[in-house]
């Protein structure tokens, strides 16, 4: 323990220099602006910076590298926030909350607790990661496809009715999410599935381009026909643009409680950041002291969620730094940036290369506080954007969700699809369906499916070998007793409302 | 009444875009000078049709650097992803051929025509420029298993058919053809599962939730290191120069006779002036032979090989012959 202390002061000893103090400001910078502009991501961001940084010490790389991955976590919600426009997975849930926040003023307070909360668990995060990766390393690697399949079908059960209201439709829209997961090449066996023949369909949608045109386009849609809700210009002075005390105090809890279940959910490969929003979503709602909140601007909805993430990102680093092995894309693609100059993550980097190792893990806990002293300020600014006349700012939205959609792929057909998912998400906020569940199951669906596959063909296509493995076993188990559960409290509460009408 | 037609209204918009949307997508690719031809005059463009990241977008990105030394001009990297690699190789086909579009050309290519997502054949339809890398796939067992040479590992397959599970990545891909041709060629029954990645089938080798695996060098290259994976055997007609790979076999050496080998190269649409052609030819000759691009192809875990056009044709129809035969044999596609 207290070498693993006196390495990390020497690491943050070697993060001190200006250049590699630049590199990081650099890195957190185009990370934040990555993470604000919907559409481009980490992915993107990172793959143009690859080539550019040749020419540079492997440790400064490194640290623009990590800085541009732990950036774009802290400026996602931003998009979210302000014009219910998520720029990734892992900020859809914020949406729920923090636009409800907006919409009554306090889009400047959201904001600021998301920093912090991005701070507080991202710092937490890197904690864990300094003192435990090689012991959860070694956990992790018991997770196979059936575990991944029974976690991720645990998942879906635990988290399908998020918004807590009709189950149907809920599970209506789950069950959408998980059809739109399956279209494209089948994985396992490479026929094409739902793709109608076009050859833009081969690799699956986009799944930011879905939430861009369900949330995004819909939003504005729909924010013409309700424009008389949201008054002609918002008017708030400049202290209330940051959090009153109230709010911080509400805040504090879930971030920390984010911290760790978003660092737990992290450790599982796949959607573990996204889910691990949701994740902390759920408890949050269910802890709450103001249930009547939810849904209508709580808090807590966005510090949770928006601490978890960072604190997942961070988890997502545990993998990759002590086994090489990326868990996600923009894992994959940092692994990449690594390679290229000449550093393989893994089991030996902490022995071969303690001082780039040690400075690696330094420069994220000077890419957080570099971070919050960033985007506090920001707030302001971002919160201002309000003040623009709606007429004004939703053509602008428009333009800026086009430019971004278009960007990813640089596909004409991604923006057709926009613009379907939009008028889809324009007719199904109209009908008052939740989009959340579309989301989780568009998610959770690819990993129940691959999981599920390789998990019979390692067992022999036999369900009860997959059953008699403890961690498997238990967690279906688990989300077996839940579906019971409800189901029986559902018939309780209707022979109790049954027999109240009778008497 | 109102609410209505604002309603009305929306839906007028959300049409108009659409059709927005659906027309004009005629290219104008700049204009070709018919009369003299002064080559490179302004940057070209290289195509990628995977996404950002990946080694084929890397490697691209690598020719893109070196290839600006030597030819004055910019070189500039877009990724055209989707579609198994149609889209791009779709983009770079459709292209003006004035020398400004190229696009990188890989195996990946091969997966697409085989499972006849696309009725274009690019090793017809496409001009291929040069050879810029190939590698081969690697087999690899936990250090705690028993096998020690491929021959035990298919004595053990023979006694026990289907027991062992051998993780690779895309079907249809250069790992599942190298996973199918040792099958055949060994008389033996293994499971094949198919991960999305290379790194998701390490991590189930060495959580023991599959027996084997057959992927990259690169893949595997730091648990080689770290004694945690035993590398059986590589499919390339030589052995890899990797210090850590030097003492792995050849499947052919261990007396299994096939290879199978990944390659990366870059190609133009059809048509093109043989000056500009012979331009590009010779300088994507001096880049692969630039130390700048051998150390960067290396770091990426891929082995920098050069071949002129008509060889590397060759070696593409060659190997799409072969996925097609074996595919259709093992009954992956129809």
């Known amino acids: 323990m207290s070498s693993t202390v006196g390495s990390l002061l020497s690491g943050l000893a070697s993060c001190l220099t200006p250049m590699n103090m630049f590199a990081s400001v650099v890195g957190v910078l185009i990370g934040t602006l990555t993470g604000v502009l919907p559409g481009l991501g980490i992915t993107g961001a990172l793959a143009l910076l690859l080539p550019a940084s040749y020419g540079l010490p492997p440790a400064t790389a490194m640290i623009m590298f990590c800085g541009v991955y732990y950036g774009a976590m802290y400026g996602g919600s931003t998009t979210s926030i302000l014009v219910n426009i998520p720029g990734e997975g892992a900020s859809v849930v914020t949406c729920i909350e923090g636009y409800e926040m907006a919409k009554k003023g306090r889009a400047g307070a959201a904001l600021a607790v998301a920093a912090i909360g991005s701070f507080i668990a991202g710092t937490m995060g890197t904690i864990g990661l300094t003192f435990f990766a090689p012991l959860l390393a070694k956990a992790a690697l018991a997770f196979g496809p059936p575990e991944y399949f029974a976690i991720a079908t645990l998942g879906l059960i635990l988290l399908f009715n998020i918004s807590g209201k009709s189950p149907l439709r809920s599970a209506l829209m789950v069950m959408i999410g998980l059809m739109i997961g399956t279209i494209g090449f089948d994985p396992m066996t490479g026929v094409s599935r739902f793709t109608m023949g076009m050859i833009e369909l081969e690799d699956g949608i986009e799944f930011i381009i879905l939430t861009m045109g369900l949330y995004g386009v819909g939003e504005i849609l729909a924010s013409i026909c309700e424009r008389e809700e949201r008054g002609e210009m918002m008017k708030f002075k400049f202290r209330d643009l940051y959090p009153n005390r109230e709010e911080l105090k509400r805040s504090l809890p879930p971030m920390f409680r984010a911290g760790i279940l978003g660092f737990l959910i992290g450790l599982i490969p796949g959607p573990g950041m996204t889910i691990s929003t949701f994740a902390s979503y759920a408890l949050e709602k269910r802890l709450s002291k103001h249930p009547e909140e939810w849904g209508h601007g709580a808090i807590e909805g966005v510090a949770g969620p928006e601490s978890a993430n960072n604190a997942a990102n961070a988890a997502q680093m545990v993998p990759l730094l002590s086994l090489g092995l990326p868990f996600n894309s923009s894992g994959a693609l940092l692994l990449a940036g690594f390679m290229i100059h000449g550093v393989a993550p893994g089991p030996m980097l902490m022995s071969t290369q303690p001082d780039l190792f040690w400075a690696i893990i330094a420069s994220l806990y000077i890419g957080n506080v570099l971070l919050l002293i960033i985007n506090l300020p920001l707030v302001g600014v971002f919160a201002s954007l309000l003040k623009i006349p709606i007429k004004i700012l939703l053509p602008i939205v428009m333009v800026v969700t086009f430019t971004g959609a278009y960007a990813i792929n640089s596909s004409l057909f991604d923006l057709g699809l926009l613009i379907l998912f939009g008028a889809i998400g324009f007719i199904l906020k109209r009908a008052k369906f939740d989009l959340a569940p579309l989301v989780i199951g568009l998610f959770l669906g690819p990993t129940i499916e691959t999981g599920l596959i390789q998990g019979m063909i390692i067992s022999d296509g036999n369900f009860m070998t997959l059953l008699a493995r403890p961690l498997a076993g238990t967690m279906l188990k688990i989300g077996f007793a839940v579906i019971l559960f409800s189901i029986g409290r559902a018939i309780y509460q209707s022979i109790k409302a049954r027999q109240t009408a009778e008497a | ?334």
């Open chain 2, 1 to 334: 009444m109102n609410k209505k037609l604002l309603v009305v209204t929306v839906l007028m918009l959300i049409l108009s875009m659409a059709l927005t949307a659906c027309g004009g997508n005629s290219a104008s690719q700049g204009e070709q000078d018919k009369d003299e031809i002064k080559y490179p005059e302004k940057a070209i463009t290289m195509i990628v049709p995977n996404s950002p990241g990946g080694s084929t977008d890397l490697l691209a990105r690598t020719v893109a650097k070196v290839a600006e030394k030597h030819l004055g001009q910019p070189v500039i990297v877009q990724n055209k992803p989707g579609g198994s690699t149609t889209i791009g190789a779709n983009a770079v086909m459709n292209a003006n051929p004035d020398g400004y579009t190229i696009g990188s050309a890989n195996t990946g290519m091969m997966t697409s025509v085989v499972f006849k997502k696309s009725d274009v054949d690019y090793a017809q339809e496409l001009e291929p420029i040069a050879l810029m890398a190939i590698s081969p796939q690697v087999l690899a067992v936990n250090s705690d298993s028993e096998w020690k040479t491929v021959d035990e590992f298919v004595e053990y397959a023979k006694a026990n058919p289907g027991k062992i599970k051998i993780g690779h990545t895309s079907v249809g891909g250069s790992t599942h053809m190298a996973t199918a041709l040792f099958t055949e060629t060994a008389g033996i029954e293994i499971e094949g599962v198919t991960f999305d990645g290379g790194s998701n089938a390490v991590a189930a080798l060495l959580g023991g939730h599959i027996q084997a695996a057959m992927l990259s060098p690169v893949d595997f290259k730091q648990f080689v290191e770290s004694e945690q994976v035993r590398p059986l055997a590589e499919t390339g007609e030589e052995r890899l120069d990797d210090p850590l790979y030097k003492d792995v076999p050849t499947f052919k050496e261990a007396g299994y006779d096939f290879s199978e080998i990944l390659f990366q190269g870059i190609a133009a649409p059809k048509g093109m002036p043989d000056e500009v052609k012979a331009k590009l030819v010779e300088v994507l000759e001096i880049v692969c032979n630039d130390d700048e691009f051998k150390q960067a192809v290396s770091d990426l875990g891929l082995t920098p090989k050069y071949a002129a056009p008509d060889e590397f044709k060759q070696m593409w129809l060659e190997t799409q012959e072969k996925y097609e035969r074996v595919f259709t044999e093992l009954g992956v596609i129809e």
